[in-house]
């Protein structure tokens, strides 16, 4: 089973920069997040979806776009890339009901120079 | 708002010993409460959740957790550490109707042989 699927696992870019963390689940989830994870502060949550076509803002959505076209795919878009996103980040899936675990992502580490 | 506190950010216990990781959260309705662990490296895996029920639940690993409403606490247990238990442990909160959820900062757990 893949599960939750996120590509590239390393990526380093130029302040100023954009570029697109891939998210993929094959478990036909209609909850999808993502999470940045810095030390010492947890995970925090950028943004979510419930469903293809619809998103949410989380707790940091600031210089993060998303969008949902399918079920299975929930892309995380840094528009224009700051030091400050410097960060792990996570994408974590779920089914409907919010008493069920999500199902997380191996993670992208992520460094803005 | 719901809000979830590790005490604890770094745990030092020798192979063999007890383990009990604190958690306590700020919700007021009946929330769901889980335990991830994260290794170096990898994603989260969850190791039990909570919803109703029993207060006391099981999950992988050997580990156990006790829902306490009166102390607003999910503190994590575990009779005797196995040195492959180190790892960064997360404590998270949801709740119903709320499709987010909050994330301790998470708890290092160092095993000394």
């Known amino acids: 089973n893949a599960g939750v699927t996120q590509t590239p696992k390393f990526q380093v870019l130029k302040t100023g920069q954009s570029m697109t963390l891939q998210c993929a689940q094959d478990?036909?989830?209609?909850?999808m997040s993502w999470y940045r994870q810095d030390p010492g502060m947890g995970l925090r949550l950028i943004h979510y979806?419930?469903?293809?076509?619809?998103?949410d803002q989380g707790e940091v959505p600031n210089g993060y776009n998303v969008s949902r076209s399918t079920t299975e795919d929930f892309p995380l878009r840094l528009l224009s890339a700051a030091p400050s996103q410097t960060s792990v980040y996570f994408c974590?899936?779920?089914?409907?009901?919010?008493?069920?675990?999500?199902?997380f992502g191996d993670g992208t580490r992520l460094s803005i120079l | 708002a719901q809000s979830v506190t590790q005490p604890d950010i770094h745990i030092t216990v020798s192979e063999g010993a007890s383990l009990e990781l604190r958690c306590n959260y700020s919700?007021?309705?009946?929330?769901?409460l889980f335990w991830y662990v994260q290794s170096p490296g990898q994603g989260l895996q969850l190791l039990l959740k909570?919803?109703?029920?029993?207060?006391l639940v099981q999950g992988i690993k050997g580990f156990e957790a006790e829902f306490k409403r009166s102390q607003s606490s999910f503190n994590l247990r575990k009779p005797s550490v196995h040195w492959s238990d180190a790892a960064e442990y997360f404590c998270?909160?949801?709740?119903?109707?709320?499709?987010?959820?909050?994330f301790g900062q998470g708890t290092r757990l160092t095993i000394n042989p």
């Open positions: 974590a899936s779920r089914p409907p009901e919010p008493n069920q675990p999500q199902h």
């Open positions: 478990m036909n989830h209609e909850y």
């Open positions: 979806s419930v469903g293809a076509g619809i998103t």
């Open positions: 919700y007021g309705a009946t929330p769901y």
């Open positions: 909570y919803f109703s029920g029993d207060t």
């Open positions: 998270a909160v949801g709740a119903v109707g709320a499709q987010k959820l909050v």
